[in-house]
């Protein structure tokens, strides 16, 4: 037995039968999902299958994973392979959380640079759709890869790193699932630190207007949210790192908002057990970073999301923009959040050679109303040339993300090296990405 077909009952979470995404918008086209536990499992099993999707831990909102062939899921291949600390790097099984990896990493005295807003999500599905948390210094997740193992289509072992392949691998990061399979990801890794989390409420909308760049640079990390009612931002996330030269001062009033005296939910009415923790407690990286808690449901839960890539000049525009949009927005949306992030070099990345701030909408899960809001916001949004997130819900036609993505057709070359016949190609693949 190379692969045995399993639909553990942790995927398959709706109903019995069909297997659907995390938030249960998208019911995918087949529930053909088998599972592999090592490398040689991967091989045998590409090579047997004509059409396949790798599945992480279905955290996309729109069909990017989806397939009407087969699924693999590497979620046993969950272990650290190597941690090399003279070389600042761990190698980790594509199968692996960040929620798996942290602790582990933490207790061996060491950290990534920065984390999503939940650490649910697989390493290997995370860094293939450019997945990011904020900080005006801090790349995406993808920045801190600086190796991968791919299988590719012909069942060969590829491996590419920073330090030897040069644009290939750069190519290859943000691999959006079209080049193979990756079975292993090596990390940059740093001594590990501490971090402290401050929330204010209520930041005047003028305060975003005129000073922008001091709210984002205050600390390591920061996150803006609001439901774009009455000229303000709900809550201000801060979180600095604990080293003399980062420590925020945490005044009572932040550009005329105020410190929050209890933990909040980015969704105020929702129970900040779901959180981590505030108030200026310090803690581990892995425990602050992420607005949400291992083992506990982060966000919302059923719910639908979109985020847009702005150029990080335009950010105060593109923030107004949205607003003027806001009688239309907020009766759909539980929240939005503006975070920013640093530029980078990998070609499918929204900050390829651009810093940016970006634009979230967690909706409620009303998808004939978020269908008619997305084309609103991309034509607002347009004139700064913004960019979707891969893994959430967007309207942008092909021929806009191919004017906006100078690097696309290298990466079809690329992906035609790796996987000539598309064999990891699905509809989302063929439409956006393959379709000119
Ligand atoms: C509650 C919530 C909060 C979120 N917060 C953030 C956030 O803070 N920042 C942000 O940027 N995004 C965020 N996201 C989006 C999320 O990070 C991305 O959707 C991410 O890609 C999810 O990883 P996954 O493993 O679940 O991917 P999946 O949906 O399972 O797969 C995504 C893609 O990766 C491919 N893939 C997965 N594993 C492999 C592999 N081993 N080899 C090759 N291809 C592979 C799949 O084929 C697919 O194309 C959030 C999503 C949710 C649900």
């Not at 201000?236 to 929050?260: H, L, N, Y």
């Not at 200026?280 to 890539?309: C, N």
């Not at 050679?353 to 008619?372: E, N, S």
Request: glycine share 6%; hydrophobic share 40%.
């Amino acid at each position: 037995m190379i692969a045995s077909p399993v639909i553990s009952s942790l995927l398959a979470r709706t109903t019995k039968d069909k297997l659907t995404n995390w938030a249960g918008n998208l019911e995918y086209g087949t529930d053909r999902l088998y599972s592999a536990n090592s490398l040689e499992q991967v091989r045998s099993y590409v090579k047997k299958e004509n059409k396949l999707k790798v599945l992480g831990t279905r955290h996309c909102f729109n069909n990017i994973a989806d397939s009407t062939d087969n699924f693999l899921s590497l979620k046993p291949m969950d272990e650290v392979v190597a941690l090399k600390p003279e070389a600042h790097t761990v190698t980790v099984n594509a199968g692996m959380t960040y929620g798996q990896l942290c602790p582990l990493l933490h207790r061996k005295g060491f950290a990534l640079h920065n984390l999503a807003s939940l650490p649910h999500i697989s390493i290997a599905g995370a860094v293939s759709t450019a997945t990011h948390g904020s900080g005006e210094k801090n790349g995406n997740l993808a920045t801190a890869v600086s190796a991968l193992e791919i299988v590719t289509a012909a069942g060969e072992v590829v491996e590419l790193s920073r330090q030897r392949d040069g644009e290939a691998f750069l190519g290859a990061v943000v691999g959006i699932g079209a080049l193979g399979v990756i079975t292993k990801v090596t990390l940059d890794i740093q001594p590990t630190y501490l971090v402290r989390q401050y929330v204010y409420e209520n930041l005047p909308l003028s305060a975003v207007k005129d000073n922008f760049d001091a709210i984002e640079s205050s600390g390591y990390s920061v996150s803006l949210f609001t439901d774009w009612q009455n000229q303000r931002i709900n809550e201000v996330w801060i979180k600095s790192r604990v080293e003399e030269e980062q420590t925020f001062d945490a005044a009572p009033e932040f550009f005329g908002a105020k410190r929050a005296t209890r933990n909040l939910h980015p969704i105020a009415e929702l129970s900040a057990e779901n959180c981590t923790e505030q108030m200026g407690v310090p803690g581990p990286w892995y425990e602050r970073l992420p607005h949400f808690r291992m083992g506990f449901t982060p966000s919302a839960g059923k719910e639908l999301q979109t985020e847009y890539f702005v150029p990080r000049q335009h950010a105060v525009e593109a923030i107004l923009a949205v607003e003027r949009l806001r009688d239309q927005i907020s009766p759909h949306l539980m929240i939005s959040e503006i975070r920013t992030i640093a530029a980078d070099k990998l070609w499918l990345s929204p900050c390829y050679g651009q810093a940016c701030v970006t634009i979230h909408f967690t909706w409620r899960q009303d998808w004939p109303a978020v269908k008619m809001l997305m084309p609103l916001i991309e034509k607002e949004l347009a004139p700064f040339k913004a960019r979707p997130h891969w893994g959430k819900l967007f309207t942008m036609p092909p021929g806009e993300l191919h004017s906006i993505y100078k690097k696309l057709p290298d990466f079809i070359q690329l992906s035609k090296k790796y996987d000539p016949h598309g064999k990891f190609r699905n509809e989302f693949l063929s439409t956006n990405i393959f379709s000119s």
